[in-house]
């Protein structure tokens, strides 16, 4: 049988990666697919470059649009990016009829709605294995591996760039902005690192698996999205002598409701830092690896790990849709795998919560006076918010009037940092009570709040 012909939109790292894996292993993804596959049209604003990756046996083109008309092509791999110009294309080869890999969970996250049913009625698939970190094949284990499961909770660390960043806060003892400067410097973290830091990029895949988890549509508008720029050293190191590692987690939980706790159902779905205990296998993940754990009613606990980016990494999981597709492409639509795991009509209307809602336990810290009372005060004010601590933990300031802002006529007051552990609680008392403890005079800089995952 003639090879399955492909057509690649954008080469970049990714696409110049897939290219050359494609070709090294061509006889082995044969084997596997049943039939060749073969990027035969490539379109890139820079031709010159393109050609001289792929060779002169390749057709190279400035316009996208030429692969999508092409009627050889049965497959586009779309490696663009962003909302924009991507979001056309893939909506255009869909309408003529062509097959859709892509790596770009930005678009997914915010338009997978529109394009999984303009695909489905195409009676296309839309592919995205290397939308979710990198090579790790997350997008098959939760929509396949794990299928007998009702799941009950992911958490993954899902972006490499601050995994490194934290990995090395954490080794040597320094702040956020002074490490970043030094992954930009090495070439880990992007000269506009935005979507990184802040946590937009995964919350953009934890918005995907947690649609394929749930069986819910994908709202990336629904996440709760908080990133890693007021992280501080002092903050990794308390939470170190506690037993704990902090990452930056994407978050999704099924919340059954509980009309004793007050508890609706619904699915959390949030991006944060977050303590870890330090024994937790995903805890000890480090530099710029990605990790996925997944539990299910039935199987418990997994454990998935590797490169969430780079060349190589990505075109693994992106040739294992190409060969997806290829085997499934003249099967009936409605034999295939479904785009979100779970059959279009039988979607869930589950609602995503409201930060507010989420349940959850902390570390606080709060810079405080030194003196009597004080720390009753602070536990009073949990107490009456019905939350109850897990442990407490104090510490001589680094410096008097270390970290952060002191306020006027504090420099010199004799100080020191109390560190709370405490258990769930709902956000929202929580929220109530950290404004309580903060108009007390003698909490004297804004309480440091993170969150605390067991993952038991
Ligand atoms: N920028 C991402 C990361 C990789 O740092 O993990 C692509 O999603």
Same mark, same amino acid.
């Given at each position: ?52 990756? #792929? ?55 915010? *338009? ?59 080794? +040597?003892?320094?702040?956020?902005? #002074? ?67 902090? +990452? ?55 454990? $998935? ?27 009936? @639509?409605?034999?295939?795998?479904? *785009? ?13 919560? @409201?930060?507010?809602? #989420?349940?959850?336990?902390? $570390? ?76 007390? @005079? ?15």
């Amino acid at each position: 049988m003639k090879p399955i012909q492909v057509g690649l939109l954008g080469i970049g790292v990714v696409g110049a990666g897939t290219f050359h894996v494609l070709k090294r292993n061509q006889e082995e993804i044969k084997r596997r697919a049943g039939r060749g596959i073969e990027i035969t049209m490539v379109a890139d604003l820079d031709v010159a470059r393109a050609q001289s990756i #792929v060779g002169s046996g390749v057709q190279v083109v400035n316009d996208a649009r030429a692969v999508i008309a092409n009627p050889d092509i049965d497959i586009v791999i779309e490696l663009i990016g962003g909302y924009g110009i991507a979001k056309s294309l893939v909506l255009e080869a869909i309408a003529a009829g062509k097959h859709v890999v892509t790596a770009n969970k930005a678009l997914l996250a915010v *338009h997978g709605t529109e394009i999984f049913a303009a695909a489905s009625a195409k009676g296309v698939m839309v592919a995205f294995e290397a939308a979710v970190a990198g090579g790790i094949p997350i997008i098959k284990a939760l929509r396949e591996g794990l299928t007998a499961n009702r799941i009950q909770w992911i958490a993954g660390i899902i972006n490499g760039t601050t995994n490194f960043i934290l990995s090395e806060m954490r080794d +040597k003892g320094l702040d956020f902005g #002074v490490v970043l400067k030094e992954a930009q410097r090495l070439g880990y973290a992007e000269a506009d690192p935005t979507f990184d830091i802040e946590g937009v990029d995964a919350a953009h895949k934890v918005t995907l698996m947690s649609a394929i988890a749930f069986g819910i549509p994908v709202q990336f508008d629904k996440a709760y999205v908080e990133g890693i720029t007021k992280l501080g050293a002092a903050d990794i190191k308390y939470a170190e002598q506690l037993g704990y590692r902090i +990452k930056l987690l994407g978050i999704t939980k099924r919340r059954e409701a509980d009309a004793a706790k007050g508890y609706s159902a619904g699915v959390e779905l949030r991006v944060h830092p977050s303590l870890i205990p330090s024994k937790r296998l995903i805890a000890n993940v480090e530099g710029a690896m990605n990790a996925v754990v997944v539990n299910g009613d039935a199987v418990g606990n997994t454990l $998935y790990y590797g490169k969430g980016a780079g060349s190589e990494p990505t075109a693994s999981a992106v040739i294992a849709d190409l060969v997806d597709i290829t085997r499934l492409h003249t099967a009936d @639509p409605l034999n295939r795998v479904p *785009h979100l795991a779970f059959q279009p009509g039988a979607m869930s209307d589950l609602p995503v919560l @409201p930060m507010g809602d #989420v349940v959850t336990s902390y $570390y606080l810290r709060l810079r405080v006076a030194d003196e009597a009372g004080v720390l009753a005060k602070v536990t009073g004010i949990l107490a009456s918010a019905d939350i109850s601590i897990d442990a407490v933990l104090q510490r001589e300031a680094d410096e008097v009037g270390g970290e952060g802002e002191v306020p006027e006529g504090t420099r010199g007051m004799p100080q020191t940092d109390v560190i709370i552990l405490t258990h769930d609680c709902q956000e929202a008392h929580m929220n109530h009570a950290m404004a309580l403890m903060q108009a007390l @005079p003698t909490v004297l800089q804004p309480i440091v709040r993170i969150r605390k995952e067991e993952l038991a």
